[in-house]
């Protein structure tokens, strides 16, 4: 059964900086490129960061320069460093398979606010 348990979320000031963590159980993560999800309320999850097995990035436009998504095989975790946070990036934050499996783990919620 494959669990995927992201850490890390918290409330920040405007400009601050928040690293996120998720940790995937079972073979999907060493045979998967993965990605950063975020769910604002009442609108469905989308895609901000995607990492290839080869180690390729995409960022979403409304992110790219901010975030930056990483993977450290050894730990089967993916994070994601997200610097100069803005109110408009306040959602809650999932990490999954890129293109997503069908089940989501609990999330970590992200506050930007003064």
């Known amino acids: 059964q494959v669990q995927l348990v992201e850490s890390g979320g918290g409330l920040v000031q405007p400009g601050g900086s928040l690293r996120l963590s998720c940790a995937v159980s079972?073979?999907?993560?060493?045979?998967?490129?993965m990605g950063w999800y975020r769910q604002a309320p009442g609108k469905e999850h989308k895609l901000v960061a995607f990492?290839?097995?080869?180690?390729?990035?995409n960022y979403a436009d409304s992110v790219k320069g901010r975030f930056t998504i990483s993977r450290d095989n050894a730990k089967n975790t993916v994070s994601l460093q997200m610097n100069s946070l803005k109110p408009e990036d306040t959602a809650v934050y999932y990490c999954?398979?890129?293109?997503?499996?069908?089940?989501w783990g609990q999330g970590t919620l992200v506050t930007v606010s003064s």
């Open positions: 079972g073979s999907i993560f060493s045979s998967n490129s």
């Open positions: 999954n398979t890129a293109p997503p499996r069908p089940d």
């Open positions: 990492l290839s097995r080869s180690g390729r990035t």
